[in-house]
Nanobody, 125 residues
């Protein structure tokens, strides 16, 4: 079981990036999946999480309208489209998958079983 995140980089404020998270050894559609981020000196926080089968979706308030989580079942890959990026979005971004995530705890890191290695996103002002 493995999650491989990619797509991070340096972008100017107002720019866009798309993060990818390729899964192997299991099927993403069977899990609740999400993106989390951790900035230096801060706790890891849920950014965008969903379970399409159950109709659950979570977005961090500060990214609503700017970030979109999606999944390609053929490629078994999770995505995070990030638009209108701000310097405060700078962080290491992690993808995660959980088999028994409660609907009101989508944003809680401890609910998730599998984690990618993280990809750094830096937004310059």
């Amino acid at each position: 079981v493995q999650l491989q995140a990619s797509g991070g980089g340096l972008v100017e404020s107002g720019g866009s990036l798309r993060l990818s998270c390729a899964a192997s050894g299991f099927t993403l559609d069977d899990y609740t999946t999400g993106w989390f981020r951790q900035a230096p000196g801060k706790e890891r926080e849920g950014v965008a999480c969903f379970n399409e089968r159950k109709g659950y979706t979570y977005y961090l308030d500060s990214v609503k309208g700017r970030f979109i989580i999606s999944r390609d079942d053929v490629k078994n890959t999770l995505y995070l489209q990030m638009n209108s990026l701000k310097p405060e979005d700078t962080a290491v971004y992690f993808c995660a998958a959980g088999s028994a995530v409660h609907s009101i705890r989508l944003h809680v890191p401890n609910e998730y079983d599998y984690w990618g290695q993280g990809t750094l996103v830096t937004v310059s002002s």
